[in-house]
């Protein structure tokens, strides 16, 4: 049974720990870690005061770095929130700075388990998890563009009134911006997309899909629950070694960039598969997004990293 910690318990990361305390018997103990020390004792309370209608034995309390040193996975949710009209790279070098102080904590302990990031711009944040901690690129995952696809096989469903899980079809690049479908490699069951979606559809859906988190931000201030359970997806899927595919952000060494793509999930972390055979315009596509995030990383080399 394993350990979790959580750093940063603002919405996106008590989403998260719900998800996670409410539905896996994988997790033995929740560690909420919170520069508002006060909150994360609140959040714990809260949450661990239902344990007697819970089916999972779960035990949340919040704590500190201390608490890393035989934790098995460390989920980062700390940092900056987009403002209306604000894009995540907007946030780089505020979450940059926390992204600094958060490992810098964590190295003065002995954790050697995984870091799941979702701070944005996330797959900046995850390269530099990377770089600050020295671990290998495996054993630091971002959240990518997780919650994108999840928001495009809903989508895709929606239009065609079936289960998302029918959707063969994947979110890949930036977790941003310059996200893209790679419309070629994309099915319904067992046949091609563009068979039930025409270009006009086809170019709504990938409109819809960019603009999610926008419209979100718009209505009602940030967003959550999606990215909750996106997260309690991929830290169980590591803790238990299950192998499964998740577009995650994961290191590809050609371009030293993190960015989202599909990865195999297990206990050692997040291994990118190589089998993608993209058209002109995908490739063109992927290299625009690694080009966006390689600039936002570029700043933070320039303002403060160096
Ligand atoms: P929030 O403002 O509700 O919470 C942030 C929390 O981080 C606060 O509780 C704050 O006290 C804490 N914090 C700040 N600095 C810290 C530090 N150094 N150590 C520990 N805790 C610290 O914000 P939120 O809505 O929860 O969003 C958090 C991050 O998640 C943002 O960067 C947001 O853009 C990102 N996000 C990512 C995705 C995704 O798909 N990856 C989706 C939604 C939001």
Redesign the pocket.
Known sequence: MAKVIL???????MAFAYALATSTSSVRELVL????HA?AEGDALDLGHAAVYNSSPIKVRAGGYSECDNADIICI??????LPGQT?AD?VNT?YK?MH??VSNVAKTKFRGIYVV???P?DVMTFFVQKLSGFAHKRVV??GT??DTARLRFLVGEELGIHPRGVHAYVLGE?GDTAFIPWSLAYVGISKIDMYLNDDKRARILWDVRNS?YDIINKKG???YG?GI?LRDLVVAILEDQKVIRTVSCYDKQSDTYFGMPAVLSKGGATLTKCLEFNQQERDALAKSIDAIKKIIYTVDATIHR
């Open positions: 750093v940063g318990c603002g919405n996106v990361g870690i919170d520069t508002n909150k949710c700390a940092g900056a929130n987009q995540r946030l979450n926390i102080s958060i979702a701070t944005n996330v971002g959240s997780t919650l977790h988190a940030s967003t959550y990215i996106c």
